[in-house]
């Protein structure tokens, strides 16, 4: 009130005390959520007004597993770069809408225009073609990463006092990164992310039942995810036709190569270690013993140990002669 009327903050403080029914009138500050949860806020970090291209603030809030989006690089931002504005338009606000839609966020496509233009202060801005109006101001603007590259700030001017669209601007997410470390908060994404997006990827994968229990280790983490409950239902709709990942058959494909691994092994201890054996023995069956082929003992066998050997046969064979005759 005392904004609006651009009076000190204590006169309208007077004011309303003596001529409303209000008997105390402090500040407070809610956070509502997507899904529905409302929370206490504080301010840790805010910064310029909106004129000067520094319209950030930084705002606590108690919670646990709350998702996140993350902060990409304005300074890689080029031209024409696809981008997306995320936020509540008044235009899309209808007395034929149910109470509960004001909590659904629109989602507007476009492109990068310009990346290098600033405030008549000399904090850059980014101007951006994709539709925002009233409403979006301090909506999040992402890339095809799905990272955040700044925050809806303002539009342009009005032409013969109509509001003319595709030509808004964004304060860069280095500049609300400069706020981010004021207030001393951590850019770093939870267990509820990490789960989010390895349930989308496997989704879009076409993986639906491996989807399904990411997304519902979500909803255990944090029932108020604002999307949560629609890709559980599709993921459910769609597992009939739902792809098998690798891992599940890893256990059977590591036991049949060992398997596998164990009958080669065997084999080639059979053909190396068995069968030559096999034959030494036949051999020795069929004709005489055969005597050490090292017969001058000098450790190696040269064509003296075989002319000694067949010596040693000769021998023996005419030893056997004379003994058979009379």
């Not at 059977?252 to 270690?273: E, K, N, Q, R, S």
Request: proline share 4%.
């Amino acid at each position: 009130m005392a904004e609006y009327f651009g009076v000190d903050f204590d006169i309208a403080y007077d004011y309303m005390i003596e001529y409303t029914l209000y008997t105390n009138v402090t500040r407070g500050l809610k956070v509502i959520l997507p899904g529905g949860d409302v929370l206490d806020g504080e301010v840790k970090s805010y910064g310029a007004p909106v004129n000067q291209g520094k319209d950030v603030a930084v705002l606590k809030v108690e919670g646990k597993h709350l998702p996140t989006l993350p902060l990409g690089d304005s300074d890689n931002v080029q031209n024409q770069d696809d981008i997306w504005v995320i936020g509540y338009p008044a235009a899309a606000e209808s007395d034929y809408l149910s109470p509960d839609s004001s909590l659904v966020s629109s989602m507007n496509a476009g492109h990068v225009s310009a990346t290098s233009k600033k405030t008549e202060q000399g904090s850059p801005v980014i101007q951006i073609d994709a539709a925002a109006t009233h409403g979006n101001s301090g909506g999040p603007v992402i890339n095809k990463r799905g990272e955040m590259i700044g925050l809806l700030t303002f539009r342009g001017g009005t032409v013969n006092r109509q509001e003319v669209q595709r030509f808004n601007f964004v304060v860069p997410v280095n500049t609300v990164k400069e706020f981010v470390k004021q207030a001393g908060a951590d850019q770093g994404q939870g267990s509820i992310d990490t789960l989010f997006r390895e349930g989308l990827t496997l989704y879009w994968g076409g993986y639906y039942k491996d989807a399904l229990a990411k997304f519902e280790a979500v909803e255990r983490l944090y029932p108020g995810h604002s999307e949560i409950k629609r890709f559980i239902t599709d993921s459910q709709q769609k597992s009939w036709q739902s792809k098998i990942l690798w891992s599940t058959y890893k256990t059977a494909f590591l036991i049949f190569d060992g398997v596998a691994l164990l009958l080669i092994i065997g084999l080639l201890v059979f053909t190396f270690a068995c069968k030559p054996k096999q034959q030494t023995k036949a051999a020795s069956a069929d004709g005489p013993p055969v005597a050490s082929a090292d017969l001058n003992g000098d450790g190696k066998v040269h064509l003296q140990d075989v002319l000694l050997a067949l010596q040693q046969q000769q021998q023996q064979t005419d030893d056997s002669k004379k003994k058979e005759s009379p």
